[in-house]
Structures are given as structure tokens and as C-alpha cells.
């Protein structure tokens, strides 16, 4: 009767740093196999948890302008220090067969999504206090005191953009983030947006044959009582 649309969402996160995003999209991926989270390019140097070709593709700031030029990016952004962009590629193919793809990317490159893909799904990862984003991002001890600081300022800030977002998930539990995320996806698959046509699954004549057969059933029915 309704036939939905057979393309793929484009489902933008983002978090401050030390949100907790890391882990709700981990979970996500785990329970929903039809996602396909985005690789992003960076400049950044590696970390020592990261694995080059997975978490990023890791290049230098000549390479990264290289492809700024040859317009391999769907959207990129300088943040503190250093470039992240998603390429455009991956995308438009996960898309047009049906896979749903995940962003994990920052305010402006959410912002930046919002005005070419307006139909994406845009949700934030909010950390249950300001007082456990500290926590968390000192517990990472990878980054300098400076550093920390730095990525606080930023963090501080972009919880202000909030209101931006579709949607807003408190990760003060793992597992109930994870199910909110879930649940919003899933719910927007149902949207009616989504629907490309409605249309008759069965013959307008043997629609008429049913609509006739009961009408009698009625008739025999009233008489009875
Ligand atoms: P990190 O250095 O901690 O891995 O990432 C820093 C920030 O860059 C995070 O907020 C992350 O979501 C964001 N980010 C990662 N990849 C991209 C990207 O391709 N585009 C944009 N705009 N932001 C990204």
C-alpha cells in the first residue's frame, strides 16, 4: 500500500569532546548493521588509540588542501588546529543503496550538512554535567594541559548550539543513550516524508467484491437480531 523511500538517512552526531559520543556510536553500530559510519580525513597527528584507515585517514595539511581543491569533500572544517573533513565519495554511494550513513563531526560541519542534506537527522550527545566532561576529558591523558583546556573552551561552547540538533540525548547511561539513538532512528524511518507513493495492492474489483460481501454479512446480521 505505501511505498517508502529506498534511500539511505544521512544521520549527522555530534558531541564536545568528551561527550561520550565514542561509545553510544560504537553501541549503535553494534546493534544496527544497516549503518555505515563515515571516515573521515584529518590533519591531526595520530593518537596512539587510533587506527589509520578506520577512526581516520590521516594525512598532511598539503594533502588535505589538495583535495579541498579537487573537491573530495562534502564538507570540511579547521578545528582547533587542524583539519577534518568527510569525503563526499562513500557517501553518495552508501546512500543510493540503501544503507543509512553515520556522521560523527562537529558543530559547523553539522551546520554546513543542515544546508546541503536538509533532511538529514541531526543529533547531539550531551554529557550529563559540566563537571563530568571535565572528568572525562582529563581522563583521556592523551592531550597537554593546554590542550585540555583548549578543547573545554570548545566543548563549553558548542553546548550552546543545542538547539540546532533534531534531537538532544543525555549520555549519563550507556545503554539508555544507545536505545535513544536507536529509537530516534527508527522512528524516522516511519516518517511520512518518507513515503514515495501510496498506491492499490489489490484490484478495485475485487475491493468492490469485499466491500459488497460485507455489506450483506451486515444486512444478515441486522435481520438476526
Ligand atoms: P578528535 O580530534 O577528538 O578525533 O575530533 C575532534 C572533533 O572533530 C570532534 O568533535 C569530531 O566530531 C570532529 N570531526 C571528526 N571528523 C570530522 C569531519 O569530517 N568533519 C567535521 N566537520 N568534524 C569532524
Same mark, same amino acid.
Given at each position: ?42 590533519? #591531526?597527528?595520530?593518537? *596512539? &588509540? /587510533? ?10 595539511? $598539503?594533502?588535505? !588542501? ?73 581522563? #583521556?591523558?592523551?592531550? *597537554? &594541559? /593546554? ?10 561552547? $558548542?553546548?550552546? !548550539? ?64
Amino acid at each position: 500500500m505505501i511505498k517508502q523511500k529506498k534511500t539511505g538517512q544521512v544521520i549527522v552526531i555530534s558531541s564536545p569532546s568528551g561527550g561520550g559520543k565514542g561509545s553510544v556510536i560504537n553501541g549503535l553500530l553494534e546493534k544496527n548493521k544497516n549503518i555505515y559510519l563515515s571516515v573521515s580525513t584529518t590533519s #591531526r597527528p595520530m593518537r *596512539s &588509540n /587510533d587506527i589509520p584507515g578506520v577512526t581516520y585517514n590521516f594525512v598532511t595539511v $598539503e594533502e588535505f !588542501e589538495q583535495k579541498i581543491n579537487e573537491g573530495y569533500f562534502l564538507e570540511y572544517t579547521n578545528y582547533i588546529g587542524n583539519y577534518y573533513g568527510t569525503p563526499k565519495g562513500p557517501i553518495k554511494e552508501k546512500i543510493s543503496q540503501g544503507i543509512d550513513v553515520l556522521l560523527e563531526i562537529e558543530i559547523e560541519g553539522a551546520s554546513n550538512i543542515k544546508k546541503l542534506i536538509p533532511e538529514a537527522i541531526f543529533i547531539f550527545i550531551m554529557p550529563p554535567s559540566l563537571k563530568e566532561l571535565v572528568k572525562r576529558l582529563k581522563k #583521556r591523558n592523551t592531550d *597537554s &594541559n /593546554d590542550k585540555i583546556m583548549e578543547r573545554f573552551h570548545t566543548a563549553y561552547k $558548542e553546548i550552546n !548550539e543545542v538547539s540546532k540538533y533534531n534531537y538532544v540525548v543525555i549520555n549519563d547511561n550507556l545503554e539508555d543513550a544507545i536505545n535513544k539513538v536507536d529509537a530516534i532512528i527508527k522512528a524516522e524511518k516511519c516518517r511520512v516524508d518518507r513515503i514515495e507513493e501510496v498506491y492499490l495492492d489489490t484490484k478495485e474489483e475485487e475491493i468492490h467484491e469485499l466491500l459488497i460481501d460485507e455489506e450483506l454479512d451486515n444486512i444478515g446480521l441486522a435481520d438476526k437480531i
